[in-house]
C-alpha cells in the first residue's frame, strides 16, 4: 500500500510538472492575457478540470510558476533559509559575500527571466498580475535588506552609506531590468554580468583598498 501511495504522488508530482512546464512554453509564446486555461491543459495532454483542480486559477499556475523558477525546485523552504542563500549571509569575508550574492541572482536569473518578462508584460492590463510582480519585488527586497544587513557586520560600509541606501544600491544593481537590459538586450553572457555587478557592489558598498 505504501508502494502504491508513493506511485501516485511521483504521478501527480509528474503532472503538475507537466503542467507548468506547459504554461511556461505558452505564456512565453503566446502571452499571459492570450493563453487560457484550456489551452494549457491542451499543451500538457491533461483534462481542463485536472488544471483546475491543481491550480484553481491562471494566476495561481503563474505564481507557482514564479515561485519554483526563483527557488530552484518546489520544497518549500523560504528562500533565507535555503543552503545557498544561508551560506552567503553565514560567510565572513564580504568581499566573497558580494560574489555569492551575484553568483546566486545570476543563477535565479537564468531560469527565472522568461517567466519576469511575462509578468511585467501582463502586470500593465491585469491587476492580479501586478500584484504578483509588486509582491515579487518586496520579497526580492526583504531578501537584499537581509543579505546587505549581514554585509554590514563583516565590515564598515562605503562612507556615507547606511543600510538602507546600501540596500537600495543592491537592488539597483541585482534588478531583474539591469539584468534583462544587459544579457538580453545587449547580448551580455550572463557570467559577465554576474563579474560586473560583483565588482560593482564591492566598488560601490565596501570602502576602497
Known sequence: MLRSMARRAEQTQANRQRMREAALALFTTRGYSATSMQAIADEAGMAVQTLYFT?????????????VAVAGDDEPIPNLERPQV??????????AQLHEQARL???VYERVA?????????ATADPEIHDLWETNNAQRAIVMERM??????KSALRDGLDVATATDITLALLSPELYHLL???RGWPPTRWEQWTAN??????????
Open 55 to 67: 491550480f484553481k486559477t491562471k494566476r495561481a499556475l503563474l505564481g507557482e510558476l514564479l515561485d
Open 86 to 95: 544561508r551560506a552567503a549571509l553565514d560567510n565572513p569575508d564580504p568581499v
Open 105 to 107: 541572482a545570476r543563477e
Open 114 to 122: 522568461p517567466i519576469l518578462q511575462v509578468i511585467s508584460h501582463a
Open 148 to 153: 546587505t544587513t549581514a554585509l554590514a557586520t
Open 183 to 185: 544579457t538580453a538586450r
Open 200 to 209: 560593482a557592489l564591492v566598488t560601490q558598498l565596501l570602502p576602497p583598498g
